[in-house]
């Protein structure tokens, strides 16, 4: 078995070491999860819905605890930690209130010479939730509560920095009244992920994380002819127009690239300027950039390995031709950190196609701008990605603003005058390399059932 040491980025210490299962302890587990989702199955959608609402108190009162603990595992600042589990008990909220509506059968005119027809959605059974470390709840409840809800059992393989963030997920689906076992956290490594993925009594597999996993998890999927929902990475653009408001544009460029020190899916790695208000932007950045503060508003990076990937990808595109406006590789780490995971805000401008930091995603607070000719040209450069998350629009005229989201950008999810975010009540997904299917909403909830037609004669 594998030791999992858990390691604080800003303190570079072990704050805890978790003993990995045996295949034989994971056989187990998956067959008491099967026995949980025969029993679980049996109940009324209306019922098994009000059963996982109470989860959402519980975890407003364990927020402060949580918030605490995904700051030791991967450094988010815990003022984002506990915002980070207060939308977790909003998306329970949202879909008690919700889901039964969205598992309801849908009737359709009968057939000729029967007297109804309609459609169930009826649960697929074990789900496998392969979880990155980035949001560490919100990623767990966002995929498990609409799929345990649907009737289905869920196996959570989380990050293996954020285990512990996986058993109080664990702990807390305990204290409702689930069959046992329903929901289980696996405490593996990724070899063993792909023998859960072939067990024949696993049905599906969700995973959120990066391109490269995306694709071996969802060939392998495929291979089993196994449903699978992922939820890559982006290079989104957002596009910034003469005609915007420019300050309003900055304000969301730089809180959301900064949000969880940058290591966002939905975060805009690339701003796309029009030439005329490209120098004006530029201070608007700077002015916002410069007011963050470590520890509020960021932490440090993951762990050594992330930053030091993002420190020769901004070393790179300097090297190409970008140009430092703020931060980079010389600034001293804060007293407070270690200095190993560290990395500053950082701008880069007249960054152009070919360069490390417009082709790549930078998993890390750094700000791309990009100079465009014209409206024509900022859409053109948008779409030169083969990413297609979230993009966003910034212009007063909203009709035009619109008609781009709409039409021009090639992107899961498009906002006009604000930054991207997710939200229980909307699909949230990309297209492209950036995944396939959807979570959240109706959509998401529904991704993991069969559409079953009945006829009856």
């Known amino acids: 078995t594998y030791m999992f040491p858990q390691i604080n ?28 989702f025969q029993e679980w199955r049996q109940i009324p959608a209306a019922q098994r819905v009000q059963r996982l609402a109470p989860l959402a108190e519980m975890l407003r009162q364990r927020a402060d605890e949580a918030a605490e603990l995904m700051c030791q595992e991967m450094g988010k600042p815990v003022a984002q930690g506990k915002a980070e589990v207060l939308k977790c008990a909003y998306l329970v909220d949202w879909y008690a209130k919700h889901g039964a509506e969205f598992l309801k059968d849908t009737e359709y005119p009968a057939l000729p010479g029967f007297s109804k027809s309609f459609v169930t959605y009826q649960p697929l059974g074990l789900i496998l939730a392969i979880m990155p470390w980035n949001f560490p709840m919100w990623q767990v409840i966002r995929m498990g509560v609409p799929t345990l809800m649907a009737g289905n059992a869920v196996l959570l393989k989380h990050a293996h920095n954020c285990f512990g963030s996986g058993l109080l997920c664990e702990e807390l689906l305990q204290q409702l009244e689930l069959p046992e076992g329903l929901f289980r956290s696996l405490i593996v490594d990724v070899p063993e992920i792909h023998q859960v993925l072939e067990h024949p009594l696993v049905q599906g597999v969700a995973l959120t994380g990066s391109e490269v996993a995306g694709r071996a998890v969802a060939a392998k999927a495929g291979s089993l002819l196994k449903k699978a929902v992922v939820e890559l990475g982006g290079s989104d653009a957002y596009a910034i127009l003469a005609d915007c408001d420019l300050s309003e ?94 990395f500053p805000p950082t701008v880069l401008t007249d960054v152009k196609p070919g360069m490390t930091c417009f082709e790549h995603e930078i998993f890390g607070p750094v700000i791309a701008i990009i100079e465009a000719e014209d409206e024509a040209d900022v859409i053109r450069l948008a779409n030169q990605t083969k990413y297609g998350l979230a993009g966003a629009v910034f212009t007063r005229d909203l009709e035009k603003g619109q008609r781009m989201a709409v039409k021009d950008l090639e992107a899961g999810m498009c906002f006009v005058n604000d930054f991207v975010r997710s939200d229980p009540s909307l699909p949230f997904g990309g297209v492209k390399a950036s995944g396939l299917g959807r979570e959240c909403a109706a959509f998401g909830m529904l991704e993991f059932v069969n559409v079953k037609t009945i006829c009856v004669k």
């Open 9 to 36: 980025p800003r303190t570079a210490e072990t704050f805890q070491v978790y003993e990995g299962m045996n295949d034989e302890k994971v056989k187990q587990i998956i067959q008491k999860a099967q026995d949980a």
């Open 249 to 342: 544009a900055a304000r969301a460029v730089v809180d959301a690239r900064i949000s969880n020190s940058g290591q966002t899916c939905i975060a805009p790695k690339r701003v796309i300027v029009e030439k005329a208000v490209k120098a004006a932007f530029e201070e608007l950045v700077l002015e916002k950039v410069k007011a963050k503060q470590y520890g509020v508003d960021y932490g440090p990076l993951v762990h050594p390995i992330g930053r030091d990937q993002v420190a020769k990808q901004v070393r790179d595109s300097l090297a190409e031709g970008a140009r430092l406006l703020h931060g980079g590789l010389e600034v001293p780490k804060p007293t407070e950190d270690c200095g190993k995971s560290f």
